[in-house]
């Protein structure tokens, strides 16, 4: 997996509700736990931000999401990351897209802003990227 040249402040922890920026029929999504990388210390959650990978549970949308779990991507949050010339971006929500076991995305199109960091590592993802900020 490729690195990123941005400091990325992890915040979202289970439980932290997210909103679903593409077209799949899924509205509000709450994390469940984080996919990849150990949860770090022992007793305490495991967080994640923007590029992880989350497993999440749908709370609400079309009926053939609700109650399922899926695989999401974070797109937006609203804590500030740092990237490389020392600008900090913030959005104002957090958000994240449904992808497959292979990092595509379900829906075909994103609404709002996507952070430069996703296309980054996630390259397929950009065709479908309204605006990259």
């Not at 509700?17 to 709450?30: I, P, Q, Y």
């Not at 971006?89 to 992808?99: H, M, R, S």
Request: aromatic share 4%; hydrophobic share 40%.
């Amino acid at each position: 997996m490729k690195g990123l040249s941005t400091k990325i402040s992890r915040v979202l922890i289970p439980s932290s509700v997210l909103t679903c920026a593409d077209n799949s029929g899924a509205r509000k999504l709450m994390i469940i736990n984080r996919i990849g990388k150990g949860g770090g210390r022992k007793g305490r959650y495991s967080r994640s931000g923007i590029c992880d990978v989350v497993i999440a549970s749908v709370k609400s949308g079309t009926p053939q999401y609700v109650k399922k779990k899926v695989r999401v991507i974070i797109i937006r949050q609203r804590a500030p990351i740092r990237r490389a010339n020392g600008m900090r971006v913030k959005f104002e929500d957090n958000a994240g897209i449904l992808v497959t076991e292979t990092n595509l995305a379900v829906g075909t199109e994103v609404k709002g802003a996507m952070a430069r960091e996703v296309v980054e590592r996630y390259i397929k993802l950009a065709g479908i990227a309204s605006r990259v900020v």
